[in-house]
């Protein structure tokens, strides 16, 4: 054995686990395609999942950003947009070996010739998304403009962690696949504006996210220029289900290579980072833990949600969201937490269903075990 650790991928679970067990005092070789590449996704964690992570690596703050359904709802927490080269800076490759290169599982597991310990850091799709990927997946268009060219998309809010009204389209009963806008603030007084959509399968193309964002940029009074022109665009595409296979054998894995994203939300950054942080912890101490079960009981309760999403209708998912925006602060931190237990997500599970109409119910309950509803 040469090194104490090989991490294979530094997106943000790799690089943090690299850094913490060379920190720590272990050898670490990490490998990467493109290891000096900066980060060009948009990350957004909440402000109590920062961590001990420095003030330096937070880009833009949206206090009490709100949740539009049928009404309006304040969440009562602080939601972050990161500074990607700031925490690319945070998390130190001083001490660690770096080598340039795309591995296969094979190559993965033939590192354990190298290294005590290796692991699998490579994300969701280690050979890259594929454009005919029948795996449920988060998909979203954005643009950046500036704060006051938001203004009208957001009518007097600061910001939106969700906004589920459907003024994407012209129909007063939309039966097509939901879509919702998220608008946050990302630094620089600049807004990124983007139209998401929070499961289907196959994923909604881009360009009719492209068409449903333009179409309800300008219903609200946004300048067609700044749509059509923006400071910059942002195209998302997450599987939701994770990597569709386990990790090579004898290899652990981290962040979504390990199924760490959340299959509801599509968050996977703050677990991600907190999961390498305690393997990093574990592996200075000598412990080398089992590969955790990805399909554990709170990941079976979200597979429940995550099946409901993928089949409820636009108004179904308007009164989902209605009932979400009415919980306890601290039912919709469980809700929305990847390291939540089952019995908490249960309890924010119930607590939405339980007030929900009783036409609104009887759809969820119908979303959640009957066919897929068609894409469109």
């Known amino acids: 054995m040469t090194v104490d650790v090989a991490v294979v991928g530094l997106g943000p679970a790799g690089r943090a686990l690299a850094s ?32 001990d992570l420095p003030a330096s690596v937070v880009r833009a703050r949206a206090e009490n950003p ?77 643009v950046v403009v500036p704060t006051a060219a938001a203004e009208p998309a957001l009518g007097g809010a600061g910001s939106l962690l969700m906004d589920w009204r459907t003024d994407w389209t012209q129909q007063d009963r939309p039966s097509a696949t939901p879509t919702f806008l998220y608008a946050i603030p990302v630094g620089g007084d600049r807004m990124l504006l983007e139209e998401t959509c929070l499961a289907a399968a196959p994923g909604l193309p881009v360009p009719e996210l492209r068409t449903r964002l333009r179409r309800r940029l300008l219903a609200r009074g946004v300048d067609p220029a700044a749509v059509d022109h923006p400071l910059s665009r942002e195209v998302v595409r997450i599987p939701l289900r994770g990597r569709g296979s386990p990790p090579p054998p004898g290899v652990l894995a981290v962040g979504t290579a390990g199924r760490g994203g959340h299959r509801v939300t599509g968050y996977s950054v703050a677990h991600s980072l907190r999961q390498a942080d305690e393997l990093a912890r574990a592996l200075v101490r000598g412990q080398v833990p089992d590969d955790p079960d990805p399909m554990d009981a709170a990941e079976h309760v979200r597979e429940v949600g995550l099946r409901a999403l993928l089949r409820l209708s636009a108004q179904g998912m308007l009164q989902l969201f209605e009932s979400f925006g009415r ?47 068609q894409r469109g």
């Open 327 to 373: 919980l306890p602060a601290t039912r919709q931190r469980d809700f929305l937490a990847r390291d939540a237990g089952a019995a908490e997500l249960a309890a924010a599970m119930w607590g939405m269903f339980a007030p929900m109409p009783v036409t609104a119910k009887a759809d969820l309950v119908r979303a959640s075990l009957g066919p897929s509803r």
């Open 66 to 142: 709100e949740l539009r359904a049928i009404g309006v709802h304040p969440l009562e927490r602080t939601y972050l947009v990161l500074d990607n080269a700031a925490l690319q800076d945070a998390l130190s490759l001083d001490g660690v070996e770096v080598r340039t290169g795309r591995l296969d599982d094979a190559q993965v597991s033939a590192l354990r010739g190298e290294a005590a310990v290796v692991v699998d850091a490579r994300g969701a799709r280690p050979a890259g998304l594929r454009p005919d990927d029948p795996a449920p997946l988060q998909t979203a268009y954005g």
């Open 20 to 51: 913490r067990c060379a920190a720590g005092g272990l050898s670490v070789l990490a490998v990467d395609p493109r290891p000096g590449a900066a980060w060009t996704p948009t990350y957004g964690i909440w402000a109590d999942e920062l961590g």
